[in-house]
């Protein structure tokens, strides 16, 4: 009685409270890459969202920037079980940008200079859960890390979160993306551990 | 009663096994993306990754993705159109 036996549930103990299942902290910001770094200048940049009845809603750098700004802080959880807490991101909100978009698709497949893809549902961008974000810790976002500008949808396994992201295709169906298609989850909530197909 | 001209996927665990068993390293690949064969060790491989991306050292395509978890693995080729092994010519076919 009183004595606090360490593990004894048989859980395993996380380092710290604020992580998902199986995921441990580190202070570093590791680098990871399916492909070549994609160099896009900030002059030849843009962000397009079409639509399910093939509309496109079109922004350049300047445009992009001449919307209103956000800074978020939120915690990242990456598939490959790292986390790091309290990461400051600036960057337009993703309701922003859909604000003007008129459209009844469920559905979001993100793309990316370079090639890579990745789907979420249209829910998960909207109510201030996602941005499209250009700098990082008061920093021009490096292109190791998705500059010029990048998705950070923090509440999804980090994957979700496009680097080099240049557009939004908006469908009725859902459609999976690069490693959704190669086992991992189609949806990716950290909370949940949906690493992979089935989980 | 005429056979069917199919039979379940079970009969592909001998052949099948066999290809897997060989060495991928000396096997030679054609890219689906730009059609340059080459040997599949000089593929580009991304392993700093949720998974394993080889890329055609020709074009950058992707040619190969392998995504292994605890208990299961997925093995994407779409990108190769053909694999060619060399096999012992000691072994039964
Ligand atoms: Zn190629």
Same mark, same amino acid.
């Given at each position: 009685?009183?004595?606090? =036996?360490?593990? $004894?549930?048989?859980?395993?103990?996380?380092?710290?409270?604020?992580?998902?299942?199986?995921?441990?902290?580190?202070?570093?910001?590791?680098?990871?890459?399916?492909?070549?770094?994609?160099?896009?200048?900030?002059?030849?940049?843009? $962000?397009?969202?079409?639509?399910? =009845?093939?509309?496109?809603?079109?922004?350049?750098?300047?445009?992009?920037?001449?919307?209103?700004?956000?800074?978020?802080?939120?915690?990242?959880?990456?598939?490959?079980?790292?986390?790091?807490?309290?990461?400051?991101?600036?960057?337009?909100?993703?309701? =922003?940008?859909?604000?003007?978009?008129?459209?009844?698709?469920?559905?979001?497949?993100?793309?990316?200079?370079?090639?890579?893809?990745?789907?979420?549902?249209?829910?998960?961008?909207?109510?201030?859960?996602?941005?499209?974000?250009? =700098? /990082?810790?008061?920093?021009?976002?490096?292109?190791?890390?998705?500059?010029?500008?990048?998705?950070?949808?923090?509440?999804?396994?980090?994957?979700?979160?496009?680097?080099?992201?240049?557009?939004?295709?908006?469908?009725?169906?859902?459609?999976?993306?690069?490693?959704?298609?190669?086992?991992?989850?189609? /949806?990716?909530?950290?909370?949940?551990?949906?690493?992979?197909?089935?989980? | 009663?005429?056979?069917?001209?199919?039979?379940?996927?079970?009969?592909?665990?001998?052949?099948?096994?066999?290809?897997?068993?060989?060495?991928?390293?000396?096997?030679?690949?054609?890219?689906?993306? !730009?059609?340059? &064969?080459?040997?599949?060790?000089?593929?580009?491989?991304? &392993?700093?990754?949720?998974?394993?991306?080889?890329?055609?050292?020709? !074009?950058?395509?992707?040619?190969?993705?392998?995504?292994?978890?605890?208990?299961?693995?997925?093995?994407?080729?779409?990108?190769?159109?053909?694999?060619?092994? &060399?096999?012992?010519?000691?072994?039964?076919?």
């Amino acid at each position: 009685m009183g004595i606090v =036996t360490p593990g $004894f549930t048989g859980r395993p103990r996380a380092e710290a409270p604020d992580l998902p299942p199986g995921q441990y902290l580190t202070p570093d910001f590791p680098v990871l890459s399916a492909g070549p770094t994609p160099r896009v200048p900030r002059d030849q940049w843009e $962000f397009v969202i079409s639509t399910e =009845t093939g509309t496109e809603h079109r922004w350049s750098w300047d445009e992009m920037m001449a919307l209103p700004q956000q800074t978020p802080t939120v915690d990242i959880h990456c598939v490959t079980r790292w986390s790091k807490l309290g990461t400051t991101w600036r960057g337009v909100c993703l309701d =922003t940008l859909l604000d003007g978009v008129d459209t009844a698709a469920d559905y979001a497949l993100a793309h990316s200079y370079g090639g890579y893809t990745t789907n979420l549902p249209l829910a998960d961008l909207r109510d201030r859960q996602a941005w499209l974000v250009h =700098t /990082y810790d008061g920093e021009d976002l490096p292109a190791e890390h998705g500059g010029p500008a990048r998705l950070l949808v923090p509440h999804l396994y980090f994957w979700k979160s496009a680097k080099w992201v240049r557009g939004l295709r908006l469908t009725v169906e859902d459609t999976p993306g690069f490693w959704e298609t190669a086992g991992y989850h189609d /949806y990716g909530d950290p909370w949940r551990e949906q690493r992979y197909q089935g989980d | 009663m005429t056979a069917l001209p199919y039979v379940d996927g079970n009969m592909l665990d001998g052949p099948l096994g066999e290809v897997f068993a060989v060495d991928l390293s000396t096997a030679t690949g054609r890219c689906a993306h !730009c059609g340059t &064969p080459g040997p599949m060790a000089a593929l580009r491989v991304y &392993p700093y990754a949720p998974g394993l991306v080889g890329r055609c050292p020709t !074009c950058l395509e992707v040619m190969l993705r392998l995504v292994r978890a605890p208990d299961r693995a997925w093995l994407d080729l779409r990108g190769a159109t053909v694999l060619e092994f &060399p096999m012992p010519l000691d072994r039964p076919r």
